[in-house]
């Protein structure tokens, strides 16, 4: 057994490359909003991307593992969910919505059809990821 | 999956965070597998009885029904 003192150093360090990881993502949201609307959109991108770009590399080059198995498996629950909302969203949704306008009862907003594409986009994306993942050699 | 981390975790005086940092998950991994909340890949399986020096049966108990009757 590993002594305790170092075991919560190492703890205590993975914390800290968390909260650098997560806080330069934050940073990187909050400059492109401030930025923009202090009008200055081309800065609040560079300032977005740049706060992704770091929250990576803290990531891939930090000296251990800042997400560990129940993070992923956090992640995988969490992304299930949301898929099946959107599943429903687009289930009840999508034709509902088209054969309503096709009887000419009513007349889908530009953003509606635009989250029904956005949805059937989404699905199509996870079909071609699914298969890849299990056709992978 | 019901398990004896907690008092594996005890009989050396370990923290969860101690524990966490032996086998590089967080603490709150820890705590979530000794709460029936999470349970643990093999992987990590593995690593907790080798830590204790114990098998992963002694860790573990998945209550698996072996009765052949119900298969």
Known sequence: MANNSSEHDWLTRRTRYRRVAFGLLVAGITGFALADVANYP?????????????????????????????????????????????????????????????????????????????????????????LARRYRP | MKNELRRYRDEVGLSQADLAAAVSVSRQTINAIECDRYDPSIELAFKLARYFDCRIEDLFDPELDTDPQND
């Not at chain 1, 898929?83 to 509606?112: K, Q, W």
């Open chain 1, 42 to 130: 081309v800065i609040g991108v560079a300032i977005y991307w740049l706060g992704f770009a770091g929250f990576f590399a803290v990531r891939r080059w930090a000296p251990m593992e800042l997400f560990d198995e129940r993070d992923c498996s956090l992640e995988r629950q969490a992304s299930y969910d949301t898929l099946r909302l959107a599943a429903v969203a687009l289930v009840l949704l999508a034709p509902t919505a088209a054969t309503l306008e096709e009887v000419g009862y009513y007349e889908i907003p530009p953003i509606v059809e635009g989250a029904i594409w956005s949805y059937a986009g989404l699905f199509a994306v996870f079909g071609v990821a699914y």
